[in-house]
């Protein structure tokens, strides 16, 4: 018997000792306390940076949406704009394809572009938008305007073509030399446009001696609308989302400021000196030595 007891005392220590390696041993079982465990404080930090995660994947989705959204419907964009508004700003009767050709520019010319009345530079989707072009010949040489054409890109990168915008054709468009010459361009944003941001770029071609020249009068950003839609369901969400990141930041400052003052505070201060005793203590000490010698010297006194 007194073997078996001594296996079983035995075991139950390295069992003991199993625990305390692992942290699951309360050493007082009347308290208990987590403030020595550090596991609470790491979930407490994987839980924060999952709510943090998530939260950047809210604020990004409706971007994300979008890009996905205009790469799927840049084509069907692209032929159903080419049909509507094939007519919209060509001067002469032959249209001229361009295509993608690049050419460069002549020296001496310059370019500036202008919204009328547009200074936003907002763009309604389906709907006519007008720019004006200005150019500047500071050649040697008188010039002769070709076409003015430009396209629509997103804005992070501008291989991802959105739509492209038809070409004016100007048969009798020429600046003489050390003049300004404006010319309008007229263009419309397929309907199928989401509201967002874009960007533009207008290009201007002319002939010098029978030579192609193109310059960029712009390449800078736009902001297409719906027609009639004063509040999207983009804006509302933002607007939802903005709203819920607040609170949470609200509800997590003042978690941090609960957990710091927690901290702050020190157990309160025992006075350990003189003090009165009461009747149980009186009880308990009658007939007994200190309680004579206590009324011995109350009687000197």
Known sequence: MVGGSEGVASQFTIYNLQLRNLG????????FSISNNPRPHLMAIFNNFW????TLFL????????VARCQSDSDEAVETTAEEVSDIGIVGDDVQDFGDGSFPSAPGIDTICLFPKNS????????????????????????????????????????????????????????????????????????YLQQGTFDLVGTIVYEIDQHPYQNTFYNGTIEVIEAGAFLSMESVFLVTLGAALLVLLGLWIHGQIQHLTKKTKRAPKVEVGTRNTDASMDEWLQGTAYTQSLSSKSKKK
């Open 24 to 31: 699951l041993l309360v050493r007082n079982p009347h308290v």
């Open 51 to 54: 709510i943090f995660s998530f």
């Open 59 to 66: 604020l990004y989705s409706p971007f994300l949406l979008q």
């Open 120 to 191: 936003a530079r907002l763009v309604t989707a389906g709907e006519e938008t007008e720019l004006l072009v200005g150019m500047k010949n500071d050649g040697e040489s008188s010039l002769n305007i070709v076409a003015v054409k430009a396209s629509i890109h997103l804005p992070f990168d501008h291989r991802l073509l959105v739509q492209n915008l038809t070409a004016q054709v100007f048969n009798n468009g020429s600046v003489p030399v050390s003049t300004q010459a404006t010319f309008p361009y007229i263009f419309g944003g397929s309907k």
